[in-house]
């Protein structure tokens, strides 16, 4: 098992702000399940309304995903294991996604390589966001 963190900016994200309990015991839960993790984001300065990652505790972190083969499974093997919120069934704790860099069009899944508005490369933008509320539950 090994928990690797993106950069020092991820790395001073995770140590200087108080993270949500439940979102350490989904890390945990990441980590034991997929045999490692690698954290690419953790707390930032918010970059928009209801951004996770600016909030304290800090409610999200972002998981490398192109060491998976299979990274949709991956997300879905979280989220029949874990229910952001029981209130709002439509909410995933996580979220598979990827946001182009050229011009800033987010993605979700199917997983492709290739913007649907510009065609840049988005084949290194693609994530795991992981998210909780103060409701998130375990379920599997």
Not at 46 to 55: A, M
Not at 72 to 79: K, M, P
Not at 83 to 88: E, V
Not at 103 to 113: A, D, F, L, Q
């Amino acid at each position: 098992m090994s928990i690797q963190i993106k950069n020092e900016d991820v790395l001073f994200g995770l140590q200087e702000k108080r993270h949500d309990p439940i979102l350490c015991r989904v890390i945990r839960w990441w980590v034991r399940t997929f045999d490692g993790i690698m954290i690419t984001e953790s707390w930032r300065p918010k970059k928009h309304d209801n951004d996770l990652h600016g909030v304290i505790p800090v409610r999200a972190n972002d998981v490398r995903s192109h060491d998976f083969a299979e990274p949709e499974l991956a997300a879905e093997e979280c989220n029949r294991n874990w229910q952001y919120d029981p209130k709002r069934p439509d909410m995933q704790v996580c979220v598979f996604h990827a946001v182009c860099p050229k011009c800033g069009t987010r993605h979700s899944s199917p997983h492709r390589i290739k913007c649907d508005k510009c065609g840049a490369d988005i084949t290194y933008n693609w994530h795991f966001h992981i998210q909780t509320h103060p409701n998130t539950v375990r379920v599997g």
